[in-house]
């Protein structure tokens, strides 16, 4: 089936090396069984935590497995102490299930949830949120390195600047610059990153990762309910975590996922982040501008930085009228809410808007293939 496929922060297509190693292994536990095909597999199994580390500069001992980046977020969250009271500052562009998990800390544990403004522009204004961390003494400032709805790129490694000179506990969402951009932690300055494997990177789906530091494991951070595989039993009233950011995980696996997202990982950097970062947006860009002269239709991105996720509005439409006739033509898309983006649909008085993401294998070609079909559909 051919398909021009423009939603990539859906989920990007699966690399031949990535649908092997998923195959491979489902095809050895359906020889020898899941038990012995992972005790088989044990050296690439441990490969999964160099590849992400490799990926995000950071040490194998600080990656844990998920089955899905929001897992991962609310197991970061579990692991927090909040007390009645206490802040977590955010943006007004966070990922919609992180500010839903944030509202649910409020109802049930009296946390404060306040939000930096944006700049005029667009994106977080970073002197604002200085002086709301002066102000507030955060227990947990987060961001989302890219919303998914809009191409904001935020700032993440200058908020990750004032969190160290506060001491204020960091967590990042990457979801969607990880495999789109070169991500490192130690620049960013991240105490806790989550991600997923299905969108840029090109993995397989339910599957997703959790970066700690080297400081969360050492002053005892853990989630609110650990596993044997996360601890040891040691006596009838007493357990002991791993060392290691295995207190994040589960003792359940999908091993074919992870050994694909293991694949996903290595494949990314033989592509090389650099050239991806610089093709992707270029496409992106090349995109907003042929949809931006477009009457009918308006382009929604705003900020300093945009990447590789274009939105746009359009007249005399519904939504899921809109994408199934996008559909029809072979174009992959993706719908967007205002239950997505309360603040950002908002102040853009949208209540809807269509999502289109290239990725680097997308061609110039299916680019201007999709602004001929919005054109088309826009007249």
């Known amino acids: 089936m051919n398909v021009n496929h423009l939603n990539n922060a859906g989920c990007g297509l699966m690399a031949t090396p990535v649908l092997t190693a998923v195959l491979d292994h489902l095809n050895l536990e359906a020889a020898i069984g899941g038990y012995e095909a992972a005790a088989a597999r044990a050296e690439e199994v441990r490969g999964f935590y160099a590849q992400i580390a490799a990926l995000i500069n950071a040490r194998p001992e600080n990656i844990a497995f998920s089955g899905s980046a ?64 002066r102000e507030h003494r955060p227990r947990l400032v987060s961001a989302t390195h890219i919303p998914t709805n809009s191409g904001l790129v935020q700032p993440v490694a200058e908020i990750g600047d004032l969190c160290r000179d506060a001491d204020a506990l960091y967590l990042v969402d990457a979801c969607q610059s990880v495999g789109q951009y070169p991500v490192d932690v130690q620049r960013i300055g991240a105490d806790m990153l989550t991600a997923t494997c299905r969108k840029f990177l090109r993995g397989p789906r339910g599957s997703g990762f959790l970066y700690v530091s080297d400081r969360v494991l050492a002053e005892g951070y853990e989630p609110l309910f650990v596993d044997m595989h996360g601890a040891r039993w040691t006596a009838p009233d007493r357990y002991e975590p791993a060392p290691t950011a295995a207190r994040f995980e589960e003792w359940e696996f999908r091993y074919a996922t992870l050994l694909g997202c293991a694949a996903a990982a290595r494949y990314a950097q033989q592509v090389g982040l650099a050239a991806i970062a610089e093709r992707t947006p270029a496409l992106a860009a090349r995109l907003r501008s042929g949809l931006a002269g477009l009457p009918g ?46 603040f950002d649909f908002t102040e853009k008085d949208v209540d809807w808007c269509l999502r289109l993401s290239p990725h680097y294998y997308n061609t110039e070609e299916e680019i201007d293939e999709a602004i001929a079909a919005v054109a088309d559909l826009a007249a």
């Open 70 to 133: 929001t897992h991962a977020y609310a197991t970061a969250l579990s692991s927090i102490p909040f007390e009645p009271g206490e802040v977590i500052l955010t943006t007004r562009n966070d990922f919609v299930s992180n500010q839903i998990a944030f509202l649910s800390l409020r109802k049930r544990m009296g946390v404060r949830v306040v939000h930096a403004p944006d700049l005029p522009e667009g994106g977080v204004d970073l002197d604002a949120m200085a002086a709301l961390i």
């Open 297 to 342: 239709v308006r382009v929604l991105d705003r900020g300093a930085e945009l990447g590789a996720l274009v939105t746009f509005a359009i007249a005399g439409w519904r939504p899921e009228p809109f994408k199934a006739a996008m559909d029809a033509r072979g174009i992959n898309s993706a719908l967007s809410h205002r239950e997505f983006a309360q």
